[in-house]
């Protein structure tokens, strides 16, 4: 199984500053015959189910704002928000989907300092 | 719009067995394919498996083989998930979820259902 590690488990920011939450995959999720990396990202928020944000690792899913972006290539990639809003504060986690089974990180948990 | 609803919480006695479903809405139910995930407390994000709801094809997590069984009723755009033999560590939040490309089994997930607790209690 692909093991998915996210780092940091939480972290504090200020509103209005940047977020970046790292995750690192065992083996590479880069698919070569298409080119992609099979990586998504979510976002949970307490009693409410995961929701997506970014798919394909950078692909940006429709109706999220752009503060949220994706970058990373092979095993490393991270998430950004680049000007955390109060509405923001929810664990992330990523997810592989090159193989099965389907393996997510641990969670980042993003609070307001 | 896409929505998925699933059934109601559940209480279980150990070495039952229960069965969630998941109401589409909002699309073809038989291009997509449906996964669920499981999400217990403490834990990680757990994938279980997934059912092609177009031809019926299935492919599970080795962790349930043998003990979860995912259905489908496409006359009701309804998937099931079966989970038998249940024990204490099966206390937990059970998601069906769509995958998010037409004929695909795998990828991301998108939509969510809001999800199903099933509780595993003596």
């Known amino acids: 199984d692909i093991v998915m590690t996210q780092s940091p488990d939480a972290l504090a920011v200020s509103l209005g500053e940047r977020a970046t939450i790292n995750c690192k995959s065992s083996q590479s999720v880069l698919y070569s015959s298409n080119n992609k990396n099979h990586l998504a990202w979510y976002q949970q928020k307490p009693r409410q189910p995961p929701k997506l944000l970014i798919y394909?690792?950078?692909t940006r899913e429709s109706g999220v704002p752009d503060r949220f972006s994706g970058s990373g290539s092979g095993t490393d990639f991270t998430l950004t928000i680049s000007s955390l809003q109060a509405e923001d504060v929810a664990v992330y986690y990523c997810?592989?989907?090159?193989?099965?089974?389907?393996?997510f990180g641990q969670g980042t948990k993003v609070e307001i300092k | 719009q896409v929505q998925l609803v699933q059934s109601g919480a559940e209480v279980k006695k150990p070495g039952a067995s229960v069965k969630v479903s998941c109401k589409a809405s909002?699309?073809?139910?038989?291009?997509?394919?449906m996964h669920w995930v499981r999400q217990a407390p403490g834990h990680r994000l757990e994938w279980m498996g997934w059912i092609n709801a177009g031809n019926g094809n299935t492919k599970y997590s080795q962790r349930f083989q043998g003990r979860v069984t995912i259905t489908r009723d496409t006359s009701a755009s309804t998937a099931y998930m079966e989970l038998s033999s249940l024990r204490s560590e099966d206390t937990a939040i059970y998601y069906c979820a769509r995958v998010g490309i037409v004929n695909w089994n795998d990828g991301w997930f998108d939509p969510w259902g809001q999800g199903t607790l099933v509780t595993v209690s003596s």
């Open positions: 997810q592989q989907y090159y193989s099965t089974p389907q393996t």
């Open positions: 394909w690792a950078s």
């Open positions: 909002g699309y073809t139910f038989t291009s997509y394919s």
